[in-house]
């Protein structure tokens, strides 16, 4: 037992440096540059840790090969309803939620608090995207927490999927302005960042559900979220091979008419790209 157990963290540890050798091609940089090699290094440390701290990433999981793509607003029920479904099946999944990774990375960073800038932004979700990954490699079915409000912003969680040939589905969650006030007195319980402000903000961001271009799930979280935590228990424990409800519809539909982004930070080169 003790050899297995060698032999895996061995096999973690090999891990962890092939994904930041990644994490170094996608970013384009050269390899022998100092400020690359200070984020190599940034990644690995990061990635280290949340291995350390995720009982999930030591051992083999239950499979099947499935990626739960949670999307949504803060306070639109995101973590209630993964809260739901874990009651149903607990130590089923490996759970991945942006607010946990990025106090990580913040730390590997040298900082006491977030800041949301471009390099903690780019470097929180490359690392993200390699706990999905490690979780998929090890048969963990992986549910991913983050808001993933344009398709463009849920890349980081498509490509470990597609690269493992998991079967995907996103669900939007959706809130009235009313219902999402009224949580605002209990963002602290999931350590969720969400404020007003960024409520407002990330309200303007969202664009067309259509435009995604994985199969997908749509729920009003005003109401009662268990029937649709049983669905999707059976589905990620693969108990089903689908839920009440999938569409799978792609199309190019126009923006919502709002003032028009002027850059954006890309998630995989932390550029600015001018629109």
Request: proline share 6%; charged share 30%; glycine share 6%.
């Amino acid at each position: 037992m003790l050899i297995l157990f060698l032999s895996k963290r061995d096999w973690l540890s090999g891990y962890i440096n092939n994904s930041c050798v990644r994490n170094v091609i996608k970013l384009g940089l050269p390899l022998c540059s100092g400020g690359q090699e200070r984020r190599k290094m940034t990644d690995k440390a990061a990635l280290q840790k949340i291995v350390e701290k995720t009982p999930e990433l030591r051992r083999d999981g239950p499979g099947p090969c499935r990626v739960l793509i949670m999307s949504g607003l803060p306070l639109s029920g995101k973590s209630h309803l993964i809260g739901l479904i874990r009651k149903r099946v607990p130590d089923s999944f490996l759970l991945v939620r942006s607010d946990e990774v990025r106090p990580v990375v913040c730390r590997c960073l040298g900082r006491k608090r977030p800041a949301y800038d471009a390099i903690e932004h780019v470097t929180t979700f490359l690392v993200a995207s390699e706990v999905i990954r490690a979780g998929l490699t090890l048969n963990w079915p992986v549910i991913v927490d983050a808001t993933n409000l344009k398709e463009e912003f849920r890349r980081w969680a498509y490509d470990p999927a597609e690269a493992m040939k998991a079967g995907i589905i996103v669900v939007f969650m959706q809130v009235t302005d009313d219902v999402a006030l009224a949580r605002l007195a209990e963002r602290d319980r999931d350590g969720s960042a969400a404020t007003l402000a960024v409520y407002n903000k990330l309200r303007y961001e969202t664009e067309p559900i259509e435009r995604c271009s994985k199969p997908y799930v749509v729920y009003n979280s005003d109401g009662d979220l268990r029937p649709y935590a049983k669905d999707l228990a059976n589905w990620i424990t693969g108990k089903s091979d689908t839920v009440p409800g999938l569409k799978n519809l792609h199309r190019e539909v126009p923006r919502k008419v709002v003032e028009p982004e002027r850059e954006r930070v890309d998630f995989y080169t932390g550029k600015v790209v001018k629109r």
